[in-house]
T-cell receptor
Framework: AQTVTQSQPEMSVQEAETVTLSCTYD???????LFWYKQPPSRQMILVIR??????QNATENRFSVNFQKAAKSFSLKISDSQLGDAAMYFC???????????FGGGTRLMVKP | KAGVTQTPRYLIKTRGQQVTLSCSPI?????VSWYQQTPGQGLQFLFE???????NKGNFPGRFSGRQFSNSRSEMNVSTLELGDSALYLC?????????????FGAGSRLTVL
């Protein structure tokens, strides 16, 4: 069974600063994907970034990037130039390879201070 | 392109009743997944349907069931409601190719059981 752990229940960052959210996972799969989803107060889950495990290069999407350490099974999310609209719950997730079943971490609530 | 539409957005039921939630996926998406989100248990996978067949099922009692229609719309049903079934129920759809797909989530249906 896959497990995904987010050790930071809550984080805060000053507007325009950089913050890193941590995630560790455990999987027996050799090829897999990892995701970060954002859930703002409106509740709709939005994909932030996706990393394919066989790719050594860390994924980047504008101000969002990941630090993927496959051997350590670590998948952290870095948000640069934080904006007020980044305030949300962030969930790390990993799918199994038999469809679209995602295992989510417990989430990190990010607060952005103006 | 319309997103994933879930109805109703809010509903209140009493213990022992049953409830049916509906999900209309993005046009062309054939996979629909359901998740339950609660403060205590976090996000948990319920089941996934692909081309009208249940492809994956999470660890939930038989009171939770679902189905998918030929137009890919999906419904989930919870019978004999319990207080612990109060949750946000999220539906997600993904496009019809194999592998770990990106899920697009709906806004959710907030169920309160009294």
């Amino acid at each position: 069974a896959q497990t995904v752990t987010q050790s930071q229940p809550e984080m805060s960052v000053q507007e325009a600063e950089t913050v890193t959210l941590s995630c560790t996972y455990d999987t027996s799969e050799s090829d897999y994907y990892l995701f970060w989803y954002k859930q703002p107060p409106s509740r709709q889950m939005i994909l932030v970034i996706r990393q394919e495990a066989y790719k050594q290069q860390n994924a980047t999407e504008n101000r969002f990037s990941v630090n993927f350490q496959k051997a350590a099974k670590s998948f952290s999310l870095k948000i640069s130039d934080s904006q007020l609209g980044d305030a949300a719950m962030y969930f790390c997730a990993s799918p199994n390879n038999a469809g679209n079943m995602l295992t989510f971490g417990g989430g990190t609530r990010l607060m952005v201070k103006p | 392109k319309a997103g994933v539409t879930q109805t109703p957005r809010y509903l209140i039921k009493t213990r022992g009743q049953q409830v049916t939630l509906s999900c209309s996926p993005i046009s062309g998406h054939r996979s629909v997944s359901w998740y339950q989100q609660t403060p205590g248990q976090g996000l948990q996978f319920l089941f996934e349907y692909f081309s009208e067949t249940q492809r994956n099922k999470g660890n939930f009692p038989g009171r939770f069931s679902g189905r998918q229609f030929s137009n890919s719309r999906s419904e989930m049903n919870v019978s004999t409601l319990e207080l612990g079934d109060s949750a946000l129920y999220l539906c997600a759809s993904s496009p019809p190719y194999s592998g770990a797909n990106v899920l697009t989530f709906g806004a959710g249906s907030r169920l309160t059981v009294l």
